[in-house]
C-alpha cells in the first residue's frame, strides 16, 4: 500500500504487467475509502434534506455495496486493464497515465455517487 503523499507518482515507463496491476492495486484502498468517505457525505446531506427512504432502512449498506462499490470497483479494475492495454498493446510510454486515469476515475465515481444518491 502507498501513502497518501505517493498517491498520483507515476509509474515506471518500463515497467511490467505485474509492476502495473501492483502501482493500481495499491492504490485501491485509498479509493473505496475515499468513496466511501463521499458516499457517507451525501448520504448524509440527503438525509438532512429529508430523502429518509433508503438511508433509513436496513438495507442501505447491501445497497450502497451492490448499487455502488461494486460497480466502481469493477471500473477501477478497468483502470489497470487499460493501462497494460496502452502500455503492452499500443506501446505508449506515458508514466503519468495512471495518475491521470486514478483522478479521472475517482472523480467520475464521485460523480456516479451523486446520481445514486439523489436519484
Known sequence: MVGPRNLFAKSDPEST????????????LHYNVLTLAWALL?????YVRGNHLWTATVLMIPTYLLAVQ???NIWY???WI???ILKRV???RW???????FALGTA???????????L
Open 17 to 28: 504487467a505485474g509492476a502495473i496491476i501492483r502501482w493500481w492495486e495499491a492504490r485501491r
Open 42 to 46: 451525501w448520504a448524509s446531506v440527503s
Open 70 to 72: 461494486l460497480p466502481a
Open 77 to 79: 479494475t478497468g483502470g
Open 82 to 84: 487499460f493501462d497494460l
Open 90 to 92: 499500443f506501446k505508449l
Open 95 to 101: 508514466p503519468g497515465f495512471g495518475p491521470w486515469a
Open 108 to 118: 467520475l465515481s464521485f460523480l456516479f455517487i451523486l446520481v445514486v444518491v439523489f
